[in-house]
C-alpha cells in the first residue's frame, strides 16, 4: 500500500485510491493496524470482494495470504478486537423500519385518518332520520289589561306555561334508508381512500429510502475519482518535469480534476436534497442505510399483476364505492316528493293569575298523526334530484377514469422494472470492460504509448458506469415498489411492517348508533 498523503492510500495493482479511515458505514471494510503492517478489504464495483476484486496491498503489492495469516494469529485477533471494542458502529436503518417510521409518524396519513373519522359521522347523521326529536318550551309573561270608557277596569296579570313535544318519524319516502346506504358507502370508499393515502406515503419513503442509498453511494464514487484524479495529476506533473509529457497534458488533468471537483460538489448537493426528502417524509434524517439484499415479493407477470390490481386497487374500490354512495343518494333526494308520515305527542301545563281574581291551573295531553303529501316546493326538490342524477353519473364514470389509471401505473411500473434489470445487466458488464480498458490504458500510458487525455476518458468512462450501476440498482427498487403500489399492494398490513395497524372500523362502530355526546 502506498502513501499519497496522510491518510489517503492508493492500491498500486488496480489504481483504486481511498482514505485508510475507519469507516463503519462502508460495508466490506476491515483495517487491522499491527506495528507497521496494515490491512483492508474494500469493494470494488458494488460486488462482493472476492480474490480478484479484493485489494490486500501491503507495502505496495498484492499478497492473498498475508492478511489472513494476522487474522489467523493471536496479534490479528487481539486487534480486530481492540478495534471492535473502541468502534461499535450504529446498526443500519433497514428499508422495512424507514417505512415503519413513515407509517407511524407522517402526518398525511393522520390527516386522511381524521377525514375518515369525519365521514364516520355522516353513518350517525343519516341514522337520526329514525330518531325521535324532542323540544321542551317554557313562556312567561306579564302585563296589565285595561277596559275603556269604564274607568277603574286596570288590571295587571301573569302568565307561565311549559311544554313538551315529541316527534316520530314514521315514513318519509325512504329517505332515512337511501342516506344510511349513502353514508356508509362513503364510510368504505373513504376507507380506500385512506389505503390510497398509505400506499402513496410508503411508497414516497421507499422511493426517498433508495434515492439516499443512491446518491450517497454516487457521492462516494465521485470522492474517491478525486483522489484517483489527483494522483494522475501528480503523476502527469511528474512526468512532465523530466520531459516525457507536454504542457498540454498537465492542463488536461488540472481540467479533469476541477471537472471532478464540480461533479462531487453536484453530487452533494443533490444527497442534501434527497435527506430532505427522507426526513420529510419519514420524519427523521437518515442514518446509516443499508440497500435491500432482495426485491420484494411481484407477480408473475404481467396479467398478473394487471388482474391483481383490478381487484384490491384502493383507488378502483374506492371510486366504485363513492359511486354506489351517489346512486343510494339519489333515492334520499327524490324521498322529498313522497309523502311523509309521523306521530306528534305533547304535555303541557300553564298558570293565569289576573289582578282581583284567583289563579287557573291548566294541563293538557295530546297526541296526534300527520300526513304530508308534497304538491309543490318552488321546483328546489326536483333541481335537486337531477342533481344527485348527474353527480351519480359522474361518480360512475370516474371508475372507468380509475381503472384506466391504474391499468396505466402498473403497466409503467412493470416496464420500468424490465428496464431496469436489463440495464443492471449491461451495466454490470460495461463496469467489468471500463475497468479493464482502464487499467489497459493506464498500463500503456507508463509505456508511453497511451497520452494523459486517454486515462482520463477510460477513467470517465469507468466512472459513469458505475455510477449507472448504483442508479440501475436503485431504479429497479424504487420500480418494484411503485408496481406493489399499483397493485394495491403496498400497505403496512400486505409488507408485513412491525407496527401498530390502525383499525379504522374502531372509531365507526363506536360512533354509527351514538345518541349522545360531542367529544371526538
Known amino acids: 500500500m502506498t502513501a499519497k498523503a496522510p491518510g489517503e492510500y492508493k492500491c498500486d495493482t488496480c489504481s483504486v485510491g481511498f482514505s485508510m479511515l475507519w469507516r463503519p458505514d462502508v460495508s466490506g471494510l476491515l483495517q487491522l493496524v499491527a506495528g507497521a503492517v496494515m490491512f483492508r478489504e474494500h469493494e470494488v464495483d458494488g460486488l462482493p470482494p472476492t480474490r480478484r476484486t479484493t485489494c490486500r496491498g501491503i507495502t505496495g503489492m498484492h499478497r492473498r495470504t498475508k492478511g489472513s495469516r494476522i487474522l489467523r494469529n493471536g496479534l490479528g485477533a487481539l486487534v480486530l478486537t481492540g478495534i471492535l471494542g473502541t468502534a461499535v458502529p450504529a446498526s443500519a436503518e433497514t428499508?422495512?423500519?424507514?417505512?415503519?417510521?413513515?407509517?407511524?409518524?407522517?402526518?398525511d396519513i393522520a390527516a386522511e385518518r381524521a377525514r375518515l373519522k369525519a365521514t364516520d359521522e355522516g353513518v350517525a347523521k343519516a341514522k337520526s332520520g329514525w330518531r325521535p326529536s324532542v323540544f321542551a318550551n317554557g313562556t312567561v309573561k306579564t302585563g296589565v289589561s285595561k277596559?275603556?270608557?269604564?274607568?277603574?277596569?286596570?288590571?295587571?296579570?301573569?302568565?307561565?306555561?311549559?311544554?313538551?313535544?315529541?316527534?316520530?318519524p314514521v315514513f318519509n319516502g325512504f329517505k332515512t334508508v337511501e342516506s344510511v346506504r349513502s353514508a356508509k358507502a362513503a364510510v368504505r370508499a373513504g376507507r380506500q381512500n385512506l389505503l390510497a393515502v398509505e400506499q402513496k406515503v410508503l411508497l414516497d419513503?421507499?422511493?426517498a429510502y433508495m434515492n439516499v442509498v443512491r446518491d450517497r453511494e454516487i457521492l462516494r464514487l465521485k470522492a474517491r475519482n478525486i483522489t484517483v484524479l489527483k494522483e494522475q495529476l501528480q503523476s502527469t506533473i511528474a512526468r512532465y518535469k523530466v520531459g516525457e509529457v507536454t504542457k498540454t497534458d498537465v492542463s488536461q488533468a488540472r481540467a479533469a480534476l476541477a471537472q471532478a471537483r464540480s461533479d462531487y460538489a453536484q453530487a452533494k448537493a443533490q444527497l442534501a436534497a434527497t435527506i430532505a426528502s427522507y426526513e420529510k417524509v419519514v420524519g427523521h434524517k437518515p442514518r446509516r442505510l443499508k440497500f435491500p439484499r432482495h426485491c420484494p415479493k411481484l407477480p408473475l407477470g404481467l396479467n398478473d399483476a394487471l388482474a391483481r390490481a383490478s381487484r384490491i386497487n384502493p383507488n378502483i374500490l374506492a371510486a366504485a364505492y363513492s359511486q354506489k354512495a351517489a346512486e343510494h343518494n339519489v333515492k334520499a333526494v327524490f324521498g322529498d316528493l313522497l309523502p311523509s308520515v309521523s306521530i306528534q305527542a305533547s304535555l303541557s301545563a300553564s298558570r293565569n293569575k289576573?289582578?282581583?281574581?284567583?289563579?287557573?291551573?291548566?294541563?293538557?295531553?295530546?297526541?296526534?298523526?300527520?300526513?304530508?303529501?308534497?304538491?309543490?316546493?318552488?321546483?328546489?326538490?326536483?333541481?335537486s334530484v337531477r342533481e344527485a342524477r348527474h353527480k351519480a353519473e359522474a361518480a360512475r364514470l370516474s371508475v372507468a377514469v380509475a381503472r384506466r389509471a391504474v391499468r396505466q401505473q402498473v403497466v409503467s411500473a412493470w416496464n420500468n422494472l424490465i428496464a431496469a434489470r436489463k440495464v443492471i445487466s449491461a451495466a454490470r458488464a460495461q463496469v467489468t470492460a471500463s475497468r479493464r480498458a482502464y487499467e489497459g490504458v493506464r498500463?500503456?500510458?507508463?509505456?508511453?504509448?497511451?497520452?494523459?487525455?486517454?486515462?482520463?476518458?477510460?477513467?470517465?468512462?469507468?466512472?459513469?458506469a458505475r455510477v449507472?450501476?448504483?442508479?440501475?440498482?436503485?431504479?429497479?427498487?424504487?420500480?418494484?415498489?411503485?408496481?406493489?403500489?399499483?397493485?394495491?399492494?403496498?400497505?403496512?398490513?400486505?409488507?408485513?411492517?412491525?407496527?401498530?395497524?390502525?383499525?379504522?372500523?374502531?372509531?365507526?362502530?363506536?360512533?354509527?348508533?351514538?345518541?349522545?355526546?360531542?367529544?371526538r
Open 95 to 107: 428499508l422495512m423500519q424507514a417505512l415503519s417510521s413513515a407509517y407511524g409518524n407522517n402526518p
Open 147 to 168: 277596559t275603556t270608557p269604564l274607568p277603574g277596569t286596570s288590571r295587571s296579570y301573569n302568565s307561565e306555561s311549559v311544554s313538551i313535544t315529541l316527534t316520530q
Open 205 to 207: 419513503a421507499a422511493t
Open 354 to 383: 289576573v289582578e282581583g281574581s284567583n289563579p287557573t291551573k291548566t294541563r293538557d295531553a295530546s297526541i296526534m298523526g300527520t300526513i304530508s303529501v308534497p304538491i309543490y316546493q318552488g321546483g328546489f326538490v326536483h333541481a
Open 443 to 464: 498500463e500503456e500510458y507508463k509505456a508511453g504509448s497511451r497520452t494523459t487525455l486517454d486515462v482520463l476518458n477510460a477513467q470517465q468512462t469507468l466512472l459513469n
Open 468 to 519: 449507472s450501476l448504483v442508479s440501475a440498482r436503485a431504479a429497479e427498487m424504487t420500480a418494484a415498489y411503485s408496481l406493489l403500489a399499483a397493485i394495491g399492494e403496498l400497505t403496512a398490513w400486505r409488507l408485513g411492517l412491525k407496527v401498530a395497524a390502525y383499525d379504522p372500523t374502531e372509531h365507526y362502530r363506536a360512533v354509527k348508533s351514538k345518541l349522545f355526546g360531542t367529544r
